[in-house]
């Protein structure tokens, strides 16, 4: 398996305000971003592998040394009034997005990247207390070249994404910069990236069906809107089932 080349990460990346370092092999880029505080504004930990990677409620994120992507990115005191594990997933399409403009591509709520209807990268939002501050750390996964996997899961490798894995992590980190610094609307561009929009799903929780219906939007908070047979309902957290999706 190929290195990463830093000198492509770094294209047009203000090094002054970002730190970046590569990791051959790492526990969990998330715990990096613990253990290794930057005073620089983003903070950027990346490996060609991990041994204990994690996806959202504790599950487990598999993390082989095959091509794919595992990044963190830390932000101390970031403010935003939509959630940014929504706003990550955004991000992440789109830097997807920048080297195919594939239809099969989309977002699942809340914040799944979807490829081929099946799962090809996740995201995990962590906080710190650091005195005074508040470290928001973005874990990000997505799956390029993945032999063995779960039958829900996927990959990018039809789309010759390992060759270009490189470019998608410099156009993740670049989103994450012009994110913090500009006024985007996040809440347009994850319904227009969203692949669910106006269609049937379920709401399930615990494993066990609560709800279904149409799904209409979100909220600026980021909750689910679902339309009933009688009336519009919010929901805060959970997993959707979509049919003919994972």
Avoid at 26 to 36: G, L, Y
Avoid at 62 to 89: Q, R, V
Avoid at 209 to 219: P, Y
Wanted: hydrophobic content about 35%; aromatic content about 6%; proline content about 2%.
């Amino acid at each position: 398996m190929s290195k990463l080349d830093l000198s492509i990460i770094k294209k047009n990346i203000p090094l002054d305000e970002v730190d970046i370092e590569i990791f051959d092999e790492i526990d969990s880029t998330n715990e990096e971003c613990k253990r290794s505080i930057s005073n620089k504004i983003l903070s950027v930990k990346i490996a060609n592998k991990q041994t204990k990677g994690r996806g959202r409620r504790g599950k487990n994120w598999s993390s082989p040394n095959t091509g794919n992507i595992y990044m963190s990115i830390a932000i101390k005191n970031f403010e935003t009034d939509f959630p940014l594990s929504l706003s990550a997933g955004v991000i992440s399409y789109e830097a997807i997005r920048s080297i195919s403009k594939n239809d099969q591509l989309g977002l699942k709520w809340p914040n799944d990247i979807i490829f081929n209807s099946k799962k090809v990268g996740g995201i995990l939002v962590e906080q710190e207390i650091l005195g005074k501050d508040i470290l928001s750390i973005t874990g990000i996964g997505i799956n390029i070249n993945l032999p063995h996997r779960e039958a829900w899961w996927g990959d990018l490798s039809e789309l010759d994404a390992e060759l270009k894995r490189e470019e998608i992590i410099n156009q993740i980190i670049l989103g994450f910069i012009n994110f913090k610094n500009d006024n985007i609307d996040m809440k347009k561009k994850w319904e227009s990236s969203c692949m669910h929009l106006q269609k049937k799903i379920k709401i399930i929780q615990d494993g066990n069906i609560v709800d279904e219906g149409t799904f209409i939007g979100i909220n600026k908070d980021g909750s689910l809107l679902l339309q009933g047979i009688d009336d519009l309902k919010t929901y805060h957290f959970g997993e959707i089932s979509i049919l003919g999706v994972y």
